[in-house]
């Protein structure tokens, strides 16, 4: 459950969603896309509201259990992707899944699982929206392809001016891709705000260090409170 919750995600940059289980990441992915709605307060998405069919139509998620169909072709899968989509850029799909050699004949049980997530990625990127949401999108991924991964990121983002949230449980990898980081403990807001001005107030701390630093900090706050 989240509480005295206020926070924006900039546009054309990534924002790094951190925190340990149950600190309410899911919750504010869950909210952004729509899933839910909040019991108080509103989630807006690039002026719409969340949940409503023009943010609905705004917003792309990919996710570690990546959706795709493992009997159908690339081709097909875009297929029935551009089916399901009012936003839908075929070219922009077909012209990136080329670039990264990934056959549109070949079935996708049969792509690495780098390529499953270039994939999904891909056709994320072609509803054209204005927020993208990565769900612990590196979990199954080997350090290669985990690069390769972020770095379309980096660049699709760039691009395109989009604003994207990756919510990730391994704080190293922040350091590759976040320029603007919030972290969650308990449901609150612990730290929200470009990683360049944190890092830079923690006096030259890494990213990592200043994460850690304020988990703990939580941590010890909430074991005082439940001692009182």
Known sequence: MLQDCTLSVPT???????GPNGAGKTTLISLAVGLIRPSTGTVRVAGERAGSRAARD?????AQDVPLYQHLSVRDMLHVAR???????NARAVSRLNSLDIALRE???RLSGGQRAQLALTIALARRPKLLVLDEPLAALDPL????FMQSVRDAVAWDGIS??????VVAELDQVAEHLIVLG?????????VDYLTATAGGATLEQVIL???RESARRHTRQVAA
């Not at 940059?13 to 951190?18: A, K, M």
């Not at 705004?58 to 990919?62: E, G, K, M, N």
């Not at 994207?164 to 449980?169: D, R, Y």
């Not at 308990?186 to 470009?194: I, K, M, N, Q, T």
């Open 12 to 18: 054309g940059c990534v924002t790094g969603l951190v």
């Open 58 to 62: 705004l917003v792309a998620f990919v």
């Open 83 to 89: 089916n399901l989509n009012v936003r839908w850029d």
């Open 107 to 109: 079935r996708v049980g």
């Open 145 to 148: 392809a985990r690069a390769d």
């Open 164 to 169: 994207a949230v990756f919510s990730t449980h």
């Open 186 to 194: 308990r449901g609150e807001v612990l730290l929200s705000g470009s």
């Open 213 to 215: 630093s304020r988990l």
